[in-house]
């Protein structure tokens, strides 16, 4: 009796686990709704300095390959935008609000939505590539049009001490001269250095 319990339990995971494996995925990890709430927030909160077209007229684009690996996942875009966006209120739009603008930031960039909504999730979140999901470009306006120009790479900002991904660690930004966090907008200011 026992040894088939272990048997049916044992068939019961071998299955399970081979139908996952050949299960696809879903799709980048949005859904189109929290795309379009995103639009709508992107619009509210963003585009007056990042632009209607993501192409960063005052602000940092958020179109291309080179802007997407800059987070590397939608974790690390959550991580750095929760704490520090929009400047005249960092971190009050709410968890909802973040998610959608990355489902907006990713269906813009060429992403697929999918079934499954995207969730405040560290590990999902970091599962969440951004330069895999975009790989097929932007397709919610010309890449002409919302390519962005001159130097994205803005150094050193203010991130209520949040390490931002592919940044210095605390420590060793301390421990520099110069310290510098990629690809962030500090709005024309210099932030003060920690001794």
Known sequence: MIRQKIVGITAALAVGFGLAAIAPASAAGFTEEQAVAGKKSYDANCAQCHGFKLEGPDAPGLVGQDI???WDTAGGLYDFISVAMPPSAPGKLGEDA???????IMAYNGATPGDEPMVFDEDKLAEISL??????GVVMGSTADAAPSGDTN??????????????PTPAAQNAS???AVPQAFTWGKELPVAN
């Open 177 to 179: 001269a110069t310290p």
């Open 154 to 167: 803005v150094p050193q900002a203010f991130t209520w001490g949040k390490q931002l991904p592919g940044g």
């Open 131 to 136: 330069v895999d999901e975009t790989a097929g």
């Open 98 to 104: 973040y998610l959608n603008i990355i489902a907006y």
């Open 68 to 70: 997407m690996a800059n």
